[in-house]
T-cell receptor
Framework: NAGVTQTPKFQVLKTGQSMTLQCAQD?????MSWYRQDPGMGLRLIHY???????DQGEVPNGYNVSRSTTEDFPLRLLSAAPSQTSVYFC???????????????FGQGTRLTVV | GQQLNQSPQSMFIQEGEDVSMNCTSS?????WLWYKQEPGEGPVLLIA?????ELTSNGRLTAQFGITRKDSFLNISASIPSDVGIYFC???????????FGPGTSLSVIP
């Protein structure tokens, strides 16, 4: 009964380093998304995907890349980390079908990233 | 694009008091969802609303889907310390579009 799994839970990076935040879901959800959460800023959408092979930008996409090669996985890549990317990152997944009532987003437990 | 506003931004209340918060949108929604995020965790769904004018309860929580479909309200009665957290509103995932969350209402309950 895993749901949405994010790894790692904590990470410290040096400025300029790259890394990938992993997100996997076992609910066969079409829709997956990445958010960042900063104090007083709520959840801001970085990138999202409506299915394997399809991704699109959210509100704050700069500095992040994503890919969706399978339904289960949606990794988030930081190509060259900057202190401004210090944040808590959440991955979420959901069913996405017109007219369906099961439209809630299921969230992972978050990755706390610090860039020094 | 889609824009959500929530008020108040934060609340500090005494245990036992009732709480009211609301969410407004620049777009019309077919579904309103209210989530709660406890410290150190991801948001979890509290209540879902599917019809304009709908009033739904979940224990001490009551939520309403505004008639204009551009707003929603969440009330918590007789607050307790475990109500502490951030409350978010968001549309349901019903179309091939980005899902934006409101900025959240942070609730603190003083015992």
């Amino acid at each position: 009964n895993a749901g949405v799994t994010q790894t790692p839970k904590f990470q410290v990076l040096k400025t300029g380093q790259s890394m990938t935040l992993q997100c996997a879901q076992d609910m066969n959800h079409e829709y997956m998304s990445w958010y960042r959460q900063d104090p007083g800023m709520g959840l801001r959408l970085i990138h999202y995907s409506v299915g394997a092979g399809i991704t699109d930008q959210g509100e704050v996409p700069n500095g992040y890349n994503v890919s969706r090669s399978t339904t289960e996985d949606f990794p988030l890549r930081l190509l060259s980390a900057a202190p401004s990317q210090t944040s808590v990152y959440f991955c979420a997944s959901s069913y996405q079908t017109t007219g369906a009532r099961n439209t809630e987003a299921f969230f992972g437990q978050g990755t706390r990233l610090t860039v020094v | 694009g889609q824009q959500l506003n929530q008020s108040p931004q934060s609340m500090f209340i005494q245990e036992g008091e009732d709480v009211s918060m609301n969410c407004t949108s620049s777009s019309i929604f077919n579904t309103w969802l209210w989530y709660k995020q406890e410290p150190g965790e991801g948001p979890v769904l509290l209540i879902a609303l599917y019809k304009a004018g709908e009033l739904t309860s979940n224990g001490r929580l009551t939520a309403q889907f505004g008639i204009t479909r551009k707003d929603s309200f969440l009330n918590i009665s007789a607050s307790i310390p475990s109500d502490v957290g951030i409350y978010f509103c968001a549309p349901g995932v019903t179309s091939y579009d980005k899902v934006i969350f409101g900025p959240g209402t942070s609730l603190s309950v003083i015992p």
